[in-house]
């Protein structure tokens, strides 16, 4: 398809930075065109980096997805728009997420209907599309900003373990946090494989309901296991991320003689009783 270009090409400034000391504006940088103009929306900082979109410009004329270098003074463009990956993104910010950035166009996308959502990867500098807008969930969206919004910590059952679904960590995405949820979306883990190749992880959690657990040492610990599988170990050290709901740490902090005052206190040890009362 043909898409729509401007009447006029014309240059657009990026933005200007404004020193209050001085009461003076300085502009930080042009667009010409090919690298986007017409920018709207906010910028969104990561890694001394700003991050926006602009309406116009780009190899297609739809738009771009561009950085600007705070240390460097350097605007580039990322990634051009189109009419399959989305274009026209109507005063839309990029929301940062696990190291990431989200946004939303207003058009293109399957049979160019109604925008897409889309990922943008700063350190692989990769843009993939990961949702098309239709009739059916909504589409031709403006002035969107996507919120994070933390996922509450599962419940568990006490009766037997409950599984998430397994993921492969490789090259792919083992320098990335891989969220561990239940069918609900609930938390339940977190791995950061730090570049280790995993394979095929899964990760399992129980929930005891009675009172509070004590070891052989008579030391007491909380009221959920959770288990991580791998299918490959380790060469470098694998960093985890927990959930634990508010309710089991006070059982544990009000246990007399449990010692724990603050969630600081609380170490992380490996057993091997997966789903056990023990």
């Not at 589409?139 to 599962?154: G, Y």
Request: net charge negative; glycine share 8%.
């Amino acid at each position: 398809m043909v898409l729509p270009q401007p009447a006029d090409l014309m240059e657009w400034e990026l933005y200007s930075e404004y020193n209050a000391d001085i009461n003076s504006f300085l502009k930080k940088a042009d667009f010409n065109g090919m690298n986007g103009f017409d920018a709207r929306g906010e910028l969104t900082l990561y890694k001394n980096k700003m991050y926006g979109l602009t309406f116009w410009g780009g190899v297609n004329g739809v738009g771009v997805l561009y950085e600007y270098n705070l240390l460097t003074a350097v605007l580039s463009k990322k990634a051009d728009l189109s009419a399959n990956l989305g274009f026209w993104p109507i005063m839309s910010s990029l929301t940062l997420n696990n190291d990431k950035l989200y946004g939303i166009t207003s058009y293109g996308g399957i049979a160019n209907e109604g925008g897409v959502l889309f990922e943008y990867n700063p350190e692989t500098d990769v843009y993939t599309k990961k949702t098309d807008f239709v009739a059916t969930n909504g589409r031709l969206s403006d002035c969107a900003e996507l919120t994070v919004v933390p996922a509450p910590t599962a419940k568990g059952d006490p009766v037997f373990c409950t599984n998430t679904a397994d993921v492969v960590i490789n090259a792919d995405n083992n320098k990335q946090w891989i969220a561990f949820t239940n069918t609900a979306g609930d938390a339940v883990a977190e791995v950061y494989a730090d570049g280790n190749n995993l394979g095929n992880t899964s990760v399992n959690y129980y929930v005891h309901n009675n009172v509070v657990r004590k070891d052989a040492g008579n030391k007491f610990y909380l009221d959920r296991n959770i288990t991580v599988d791998v299918e490959k170990q380790p060469v470098m050290p694998v960093k985890l991320r927990l959930y634990i709901r508010k309710s089991e740490f006070e059982a544990l902090k009000n246990t007399p003689g449990s010692g724990i005052m603050n969630p600081e206190d609380i170490g992380v040890f490996k057993n091997d009783d997966d789903c056990s009362g023990k």
